[in-house]
């Protein structure tokens, strides 16, 4: 199974809301990340989780909040967002360490209204 | 923060053709990948070369690898519809984390 699996695919939510986004693998991979991005524009690292613990942030609000409940699981909280919010969420995974491929999640569609 | 840029923004050419994308990144770097993504979903790696490679193939891929220049190119021989997406440099100077920047991506367009 070299799938990444993400939940849902699309998330309307307004300025006022708590939702989360969940991205799962199968793998066997210790290394899971999160990225940012906007339209016509690179995916923005957001965080990175080695072996289940926070190593990398990448400066996020904190209006988002990781969360690694398992080595197959990955969640971002979300609260009080903002328009400028809106993107297309992407999990991934990897072996830990440089030198892998990153799997990629097809994404969550978020829109702040 | 992106790591680089790439050119051409957009390429078009017909099927049958080769498309060369360049990207040019900033710091030393431990490995440079490529990746595609079709219309607003997931990206999908295609291949990864080291810093003490200078050239990989896949398929019909070939990457090759300059660091004195800090550039890479990536060519797609005999171009398919199929190959339509966008194409992203990434680049790893993390020292172990992974953590991969990525370029801004050209926009390639292949017509039947």
């Known amino acids: 199974d070299t799938e990444v699996t993400q939940t849902p695919k699309h998330l309307v939510m307004g300025m006022t809301n708590k939702k989360s986004l969940k991205c799962e693998q199968h793998?066997?991979?210790?290394?899971m990340y999160w990225y940012k991005q906007k339209a016509k524009k690179p995916p923005e690292l957001m965080f990175v989780?080695?072996?289940?613990?926070?190593?990398i942030n990448e400066s996020v609000p904190s209006r988002f909040s990781p969360e690694c409940p398992n080595s197959s699981l990955l969640n971002l909280h979300l609260h009080a967002l903002q328009p400028e919010d809106s993107a297309l969420y992407l999990c991934?995974?990897?072996?830990?360490?440089?030198?892998?491929?990153?799997?990629f999640g097809p994404g969550t569609r978020l829109t702040v209204l | 923060s992106q790591q680089g840029e790439e050119d051409p923004q957009a390429l078009s050419i017909q099927e049958g053709e080769n498309a060369t994308m360049n990207c040019s990144y900033k710091?030393?770097?431990?490995?440079l990948q490529w990746y595609r993504q079709n219309s607003g979903r997931g990206l999908v790696h295609l291949i990864l070369?080291?810093?003490?490679?200078r050239e990989k193939h896949s398929g019909r891929l070939r990457v090759t690898l300059d660091t004195s220049k800090k550039s890479s190119s990536l060519l797609i021989t005999a171009s398919r519809a199929a190959d339509t997406a966008s194409y992203f440099c990434?680049?790893?100077?993390?020292?172990?984390?992974?953590?991969?920047?990525f370029g801004a991506g050209t926009r390639l367009a292949v017509h039947p």
């Open positions: 991934a995974s990897s072996q830990v360490g440089s030198y892998n491929e990153q799997f």
């Open positions: 793998m066997g991979h210790r290394a």
């Open positions: 989780y080695s072996y289940e613990k926070l190593s």
């Open positions: 710091t030393s770097i431990n490995n």
């Open positions: 070369i080291r810093s003490n490679e």
């Open positions: 990434a680049t790893d100077s993390s020292g172990g984390y992974n953590k991969l920047i």
